[in-house]
């Protein structure tokens, strides 16, 4: 039986196909890299983390040691509205957000939007008695589903921040949803970027097509003005802060926790997430968060 003819290839010209296949895995290392990358830039609802500090060089401007000055004002900050899970872990239940609002109203809370904090900052209107303030960040369907039901059987009005390049996509919620909800009277519609990605440590030129152009969309989309901005997933720097107190917004808020409100600090200012209480172990946190302790 004939023996199988053998190409005998010299070591000299293995090594420059060698190369080749290494360098065809690199390029395909850096593509999937590229593509997971932009995954997440597209997707920051999945891939972000919730940063709950304020840059060390923007506390001194918040008034921290000088807690007399300004007022304190809870901030409540949702994302979704449904059960806890796999990359949702800070969901709250609609029957739990159903107790929370009814323990507000019944504690005799005054119900605003980030607009009426603006207009007593700027001393255009008093600070009411029990005040807050309920927005929303990542542009939700279950905002749609599960939230906006709730605001219409109790009538309160609420921000909603819904990232302009994540409308329409699945999960979240369609142009035509976001303007029924403002249509109703109750929503009112803030900005959080293009496409909901963290601006810290972010060029100053990307962070200011994110800050302009979503308020410059929203507007058009909507036909409403657009004065608030929310960081998304709370990070920012003092550039971004920068970027948005010139963007023609007159407040922003973050994800650290407090309720202190001063014209210092109208552009990073506190929330309180309420997670799952509600009754008397809700009242006692914002109590605590009103004190200083949150």
């Known amino acids: 039986m004939a023996r199988p ?47 709950t500090q304020l840059p060390e060089d923007l506390v001194p401007d918040v008034g921290s040691s000088a807690p007399d000055e300004g007022f304190r004002l809870p901030v409540l900050r949702y994302r979704h509205i449904g059960q806890a899970g796999p990359g949702q872990p800070d969901a709250v239940p609609p029957e739990v957000l159903d107790r929370q609002l009814s323990t507000l109203l019944n504690s005799g809370y005054t119900f605003l939007t980030m607009s009426d904090l603006s207009d007593i900052l700027d001393g255009r209107a008093v600070l009411p008695l029990r005040p807050v303030v309920l927005t929303f960040d990542g542009g939700y369907r279950d905002f749609h589903t599960d939230a906006f039901p709730l605001i219409r059987k109790y009538r309160i009005p609420v921000t909603l921040f819904p990232p302009v ?58 036909r409403v003005p657009v004065h608030s ?66």
């Open 229 to 294: 901005f929310s960081y998304p997933f709370g990070a920012l720097d003092r550039a971004a802060a920068g970027a948005v107190a010139a963007g023609g917004y007159r407040t922003a808020v973050t994800s650290a926790p407090g309720a202190a409100v001063s014209p210092e600090n109208r552009f990073f200012l506190y929330r309180i997430s309420p997670g799952n209480r509600s009754g008397e172990k809700l009242q006692e946190y914002l109590d605590r968060c009103m004190s200083g302790v949150c």
């Open 165 to 222: 390049n994540l409308l329409g996509r699945p999960g979240h919620l369609s142009v035509a949803e976001v303007r029924g909800a403002v249509a109703g009277g109750l929503v009112e519609i803030g900005a959080a970027g293009l496409n909901y990605r963290p601006l810290a440590g972010v060029g100053l030129s990307e962070v200011q097509k994110e800050v302009s152009g979503s308020k410059n969309e929203l507007e058009k989309l909507f």
């Open 5 to 51: 003819h053998l190409r005998i290839i010299p070591v000299p010209a293995l090594i420059p196909q060698t190369l080749a296949a290494g360098m065809l895995l690199v390029f395909a290392a850096i593509s999937a890299v590229t593509v997971m990358a932009g995954f997440f830039r597209d997707n920051a609802d999945v891939a972000g983390t919730e940063v």
